[in-house]
Each structure stands twice: as structure tokens, then as C-alpha cells.
């Protein structure tokens, strides 16, 4: 019988002491928080050095990948994720606004910048009139095309035209140029048949451009138009206040999170932060 009791109790002291040291392990100041993060594409180079940089601060970033533009904002509305990193302004405010969702953008990341390219001339003041001039045909890039054509001083369109404006809303064409409206990812292809080309920054990329060199006129990052396409980190509205979060803002927009984006992108995206 004391040998029983003997043992019984020696089980009682060990399963207390494991239950000690897992609480100790699992404490609140030693608990790992989890940030499920959205983004496109496959290259998520940048977002690799930040997950590194937050693990050090006990903190793990799961790096979720869509492969198109529609689930990641719906993925975050509905809890699958905590936050996303993919889209700009422009398209966030629109896509929140189709689809009635509660979602917060709670920092800037980059500017991928749009620019204007030619196989004909090196300098945008050289263009001749009646010049030929091809820019996107879908409703953002066109619009986009069409305010950097503006801002190069090539074109005038209407007051209040906001960020998709049409080539019917052109007040001004002082050159005369024939613009024509073409599938983005095929404008490329057809530079040669055209005077200047206005191709957004992932198709000249996919190219083989480098925008900031080799085009003759680009998106300036301090330009108010600009700011709409500036690429955001969004979060649930209800969320947007979570320290975590906020962490994850500050780890990203740091100096060493600049230089990553120099080193992989060679200038195809500008930190705006």
C-alpha cells in the first residue's frame, strides 16, 4: 500500500512540474503571434527579408499567394487572412466600393511606376505632331495613360475627371497624336508600329524594360495623381489598431526593407514610405 501511494504520488509531483514548464514555455511574453499575409506573384523576395526580420521579434509571417487579383480582398474580408499587400489605391478604394467590404489600408509600400517608352525618339519635347500613340485599352491603365500623358504635357483632359478619364475626355491634342488603344500586354510588341508607348510597369518589366532607365517619361512618385497608385498594405477596418499589425507596418517601412526593394526590382518599384 505505501508503495502505491509512493508512486501515485511521485506521478502527481512529475505531471505537476510538466504542466509547470509548459505554462512557463507557452507564457504570454514567450507567445509566437502568426500574421497570415496575401500577396500576387511569385517573387516575394522583399516580403522573405521582413518575415526574417519579424521572426526575431517573435512574430511569424505566413506568406499567403493568389494568383489573381479578386480572392486576396475577399480572402481578407472573410478571416483567411490578416492582412494583404498586392494592390494599389486607385484599385483598393474601387474594388472595396463593387463589392460593399470593410477593409483598411494602414501603409504605403511602393509605386510601380507607369512610363512612357519609344523605340523612335530619347526625349519626350521631340515628339512630332500627329504622332502615333498607344496606351492601354482597360479602364485604369487607360485612364493612368492618359493623366501621365497629361502630366507630360502632351495632352489636356477635362477638369474633375478623376482617376478614369477616357480618350473622349481630351479638351486638348495641340499635336494632333492618333492614339490608339491596345491590349496592355501587347503594346510591347507593337512599339516599332508606333511613335511612343505607354505600358504600365509590370508588362514593361515582363518585357524587359528597367522603367526608370529606359523609358523617356515616368510617373513622379511626388505628383498628386500619383498617390492613387501607390500599392498599400490593407487590413480588416475592425483590426487596424492590433499592435501586431502595427509591427508589421513598422518592420516593412525601414531602411532595410528600401534597400531590399533597390536590389531586387533595379528601380521597377519606388518605396513611398
Given amino acids: 500500500m505505501k508503495r502505491i501511494l509512493a508512486v501515485t504520488l511521485a506521478l502527481t509531483i512529475g505531471a505537476t512540474a510538466l504542466v509547470g514548464c509548459g505554462a512557463k514555455s507557452s507564457g504570454a511574453d514567450n507567445k509566437k503571434e502568426v500574421i497570415k499575409l496575401g500577396i500576387t ?19 511569424e509571417l505566413k506568406i499567403v499567394t493568389f494568383s489573381d487579383y479578386v480572392r486576396p480582398n475577399q480572402a481578407l474580408s472573410d478571416g483567411d487572412i490578416d492582412a494583404n ?21 494602414i501603409g504605403n509600400t511602393v509605386l510601380a511606376p507607369m512610363g512612357i517608352y519609344s523605340k523612335k525618339i530619347k526625349d519626350i519635347k521631340t515628339l512630332k505632331d500627329g504622332a502615333k500613340v ?18 507630360a504635357g502632351l495632352i489636356k483632359l477635362k477638369d474633375g475627371v478623376g482617376i478614369k478619364p477616357t ?86 517601412q ?13 528601380g521597377s518599384s519606388i518605396p513611398v514610405f
Avoid at 134 to 147: H, K, Q, S, V, Y
Avoid at 202 to 218: F, H, N, Q, R, W
Fill in 85 to 105: 499587400a498586392f494592390q494599389t489605391v486607385a484599385y483598393f478604394e474601387q474594388f472595396k466600393k463593387d463589392h460593399n467590404l470593410d477593409l483598411t489600408s
Fill in 134 to 151: 498607344a496606351i492601354p485599352n482597360d479602364a485604369t491603365n487607360e485612364g493612368r495613360a492618359l493623366l501621365l500623358l497629361q502630366d
Fill in 254 to 266: 525601414s531602411d532595410e526593407t528600401k534597400k531590399v526593394i533597390d536590389e531586387t526590382t533595379k
Fill in 41 to 59: 506573384g511569385d517573387d516575394h523576395r522583399v516580403w522573405d527579408n521582413v518575415k526574417e526580420r519579424l521572426a526575431k521579434q517573435n512574430i
Fill in 167 to 252: 480618350v473622349k475626355d481630351i479638351i486638348e491634342n495641340t499635336k494632333k497624336l492618333n492614339i490608339a488603344e491596345l491590349v496592355a500586354t501587347q503594346i510591347p510588341r507593337s512599339i516599332e508600329d508606333v511613335d511612343i508607348a505607354v505600358i504600365n510597369n509590370g508588362v514593361a518589366v515582363d518585357a524587359g524594360y528597367a522603367p526608370l532607365k529606359d523609358s523617356i517619361y515616368i510617373e513622379d512618385t511626388k505628383k498628386e495623381s500619383a498617390k492613387n497608385y501607390f500599392n498599400i498594405i490593407a487590413v480588416r477596418t475592425k483590426d487596424k489598431d492590433k499592435a501586431v499589425l502595427k509591427k508589421l507596418v513598422e518592420v516593412y
